[in-house]
């Protein structure tokens, strides 16, 4: 308890002392790609599981120049074919921790900040809802470890690309909707993104802290 009140409090301490550069530190975020179930599914279904079924809408907070949060909704549908009604349909609400490696490793300085790098570790709760099985549902657990390049359209708008591998800590049904076990078990799943996106910068002043 006492080293996440110090954490907190520097946090806190970076965010004031940051914050009187004059940059802005919120920002908002959509993105829609590709997604697809790595395990568990029934194999004699010819699929993966994939497509482009996966949509973001977030909210990013830059404590530092290097570190912030995100809050994140994400939607991911997995099927076995586009019309198919055999699959499972995520909804899930997450926070993210978000590390601005590409400041860090000073490609924002060479590229003449045109290009930058964050990575993030995400957690979530899922809602998963059965497509197969007429809506029956559970709630998941999904942690997430992603990178994202960006690319600096202006001082208020950038392009982004993203890849996230991300793990189920328990799931009752596989990507495929059916039930994993008749004797109701759990087990872990994977399945990934990748996707492209748009950030927007909020606030008054001229630039924002990933480009600052």
Do not use: C
Request: hydrophobic share 35%; glycine share 10%; charged share 15%.
């Amino acid at each position: 308890m006492f080293k996440i009140k110090a954490l907190l409090i520097g946090l806190l301490m970076a965010n004031f002392s940051f914050s009187q550069f004059n940059v802005n530190n919120l920002s908002i975020e959509a993105s829609y790609g590709y997604n697809g179930a790595i395990k568990p599914y029934d194999k004699k279904f010819n699929s993966n599981f994939s497509a482009f079924n996966h949509v973001e809408f977030a909210a990013r907070y830059m404590f530092t120049e290097f570190v912030g949060m995100k809050l994140a909704y994400k939607a991911d549908k997995f099927v076995n074919d586009p019309k198919s009604d055999i699959g499972t349909q995520y909804n899930s609400f997450g926070l993210g921790i978000i590390y601005n490696a590409g400041k860090k490793l000073g490609l924002s300085y060479w590229t003449r900040d045109k290009f930058g790098l964050l990575v993030h570790a995400d957690a979530a709760l899922g809602f998963a809802s059965s497509i197969s099985l007429n809506g029956k549902t559970e709630k998941t657990p999904i942690i997430g470890l992603g990178i994202t390049p960006m690319y600096k359209i202006n001082n208020k708008v950038a392009l982004t690309t993203d890849f996230t591998y991300n793990t189920n800590l328990k799931q009752y049904y596989g990507f495929d909707g059916y039930p994993l076990s008749s004797q109701k078990g759990t087990q872990k799943g994977s399945f990934y993104n990748f996707s492209v996106g748009l950030i927007y910068y909020l606030g008054e002043n001229r630039y924002h802290s990933d480009w600052y």
